[in-house]
């Protein structure tokens, strides 16, 4: 007993990141009891996640802690690193003015799972830190306190609990077959092919491509987005998509998905129906924040695809994907939060904005350049890369479905020039009044040229991404 207590002690050492973002989300609710200031929130949130920051470490050999139950590794603190970046930018928001200490306590606990699902190594363990990124994420759904936030939010708890039950009616099933709850521990080698494991593993596996937005498991988002506040969109399309994908690749190794041909095609056809399904639905959207949301779920299509692609090459595409992704939707979502800031939510309304906004209307087309993956932007550079990385990899296996996935891939790309140039061509070509409308103030036009200059700069500049994999380590799933 005694030795097992040392064994826990020392392992939670690994845990830093993980104890210092769960105890400043409780002092953070606590705050919200003895300071009414909306700033002590702000502040607070900034410095819980960078002291979570400071305590991340790189280099490390691959571990697993805590009897199996977490696995910690170079790309799970990479990825957490992005999760701060990422979340930390929202106190700049518009929205963020609104904002009390339990929202920030529930950005947090979002965080905190996500960040555990990256590690997540035990079946039970994984239902656990789903359910915690769900819940605080159903909680901001809710934040903008109207009727169709409380719909959307209800609409995102229904379709989440029942991909939840599912989920788990799998794990046992998964648990039946191997008798462990590790994942790393699973052999259904000696199992003899059986209707009701691969049901288990569908099953599993669904609850998973839930929270990653995967068709058609994407109904929830249109809805979701649009009704969120944008500020809580802006992180709750990035950080749990990510992690669920790092978590979804562990799972599929675990069940050796190249040697089920049926799970590995079926994975591979939700994701083509993904990209496609994202990229139609997006074409007639009128709403700006739903139009994005559909552009989302075509991303997720391009993030299961690196997902599938094994060894070093599927993970450099994956985490230059997300660390691309995660900049661009920051940025967007901030032009999307001022311009909803002054009343305009929908595509038609930014007809002739360019009048008094044409510095913001330059920023936005850049932006919708680079989330379409054309240069001179950074979404030119990912989308290059993972397409090679793609061919690459039908080039060794010869499988037909990948360069389907390829070849739907490259043809998205070009319908999504007619959705996302939507909002660029009425502001720069369609005349419109906006007699209402009051320019955006210099500190908002100085964070949205910020946030624009990143997703520019790692176009001029592609080894910064090189670079930082080869000084932590090298990177494999």
């Not at 919708?368 to 989308?383: A, E, Q, R, V």
Request: net charge neutral; charged share 10%.
């Amino acid at each position: 007993m005694l030795t097992q207590l040392k064994d826990i002690i020392g392992d939670l050492g690994f845990l830093s990141f993980e104890i210092s973002l769960a105890a400043g989300a409780i002092v953070i609710l606590i705050l919200g009891l003895v300071v009414k200031h909306k700033l002590a929130y702000k502040v607070g949130f900034i410095a819980v996640l960078l002291l979570a920051l400071l305590l991340l470490s790189f280099g490390q050999e691959e571990v697993l802690l805590l009897g199996d139950n977490l696995q910690f590794n170079d790309l799970g603190a990479l990825l957490k690193a992005l999760f701060v970046f990422t979340a930390i930018w929202i106190v700049f928001y518009p929205t963020a003015e609104n904002h009390g200490s339990e929202y920030y306590f529930l950005m947090i606990s979002m965080i905190l799972g996500s960040a555990l699902m990256l590690s997540a190594n035990n079946l039970l363990v994984i239902y656990l830190v789903i359910e915690l990124t769900s819940f605080a994420s159903y909680s901001l759904t809710n934040f903008d306190f109207k009727k169709k936030s409380f719909e959307a939010g209800m609409k995102y708890l229904l379709f989440g609990g029942v991909s939840s039950a599912l989920a788990l009616y799998g794990a046992s099933i998964l648990y039946g077959y191997s008798g462990t709850l590790s994942l790393s521990g699973m052999d259904f080698g000696v199992v003899e092919n059986s209707a009701f494991l691969n049901l288990g593993m569908a099953l599993f596996i669904g609850g998973v491509l839930f929270k990653v937005s995967v068709v058609p498991f994407h109904i929830w988002v249109p809805s979701t987005y649009e009704a969120t506040p944008t500020d809580a969109v802006a992180v709750l399309s990035v950080i749990p998509k990510i992690a669920g994908f790092v978590l979804l690749n562990r799972i599929l190794d675990a069940l050796n998905v190249y040697e089920i041909s049926w799970l590995l095609n079926t994975v591979t056809i939700l994701g083509i129906a993904t990209i496609g399904m994202g990229t139609l639905g997006a074409l007639r959207q009128t709403n700006v924040k739903r139009l994005i949301a559909y552009g989302a779920v075509a991303h997720s299509g391009f993030l299961l695809a690196a997902v599938l692609i094994p060894f070093e090459n599927g993970v450099s595409a994956f985490v230059w994907y997300a660390v691309v992704y995660a900049l661009m939707n920051v940025a967007v979502f901030y032009l999307v939060s001022l311009f909803e800031s002054k009343g305009m939510t929908e595509v038609d309304q930014f007809a002739g904005l360019y009048k008094k906004e044409v510095y913001l209307g330059g920023l936005v087309v850049l932006v919708m350049i680079s989330l379409i993956g054309l240069p001179p932007t950074s979404g030119f550079t990912i989308k290059l890369f993972l397409f090679t990385v793609m061919w690459e990899w039908y080039q060794s296996v010869g499988d037909p479905l990948t360069v389907a996935y390829l070849v739907i891939a490259v043809i998205s790309v070009v319908f999504s020039l007619f959705f996302y140039l939507k909002i660029p061509y009425q502001m720069f070509l369609r005349d419109g009044q906006n007699t209402n409308y009051s320019q955006s103030s210099l500190s908002q036009r100085v964070i949205a040229t910020i946030f624009t200059l990143l997703v520019l700069w790692l176009f001029f500049r592609p080894e910064i991404l090189n670079n930082i994999a080869n000084n932590i380590k090298f990177l494999d799933w």
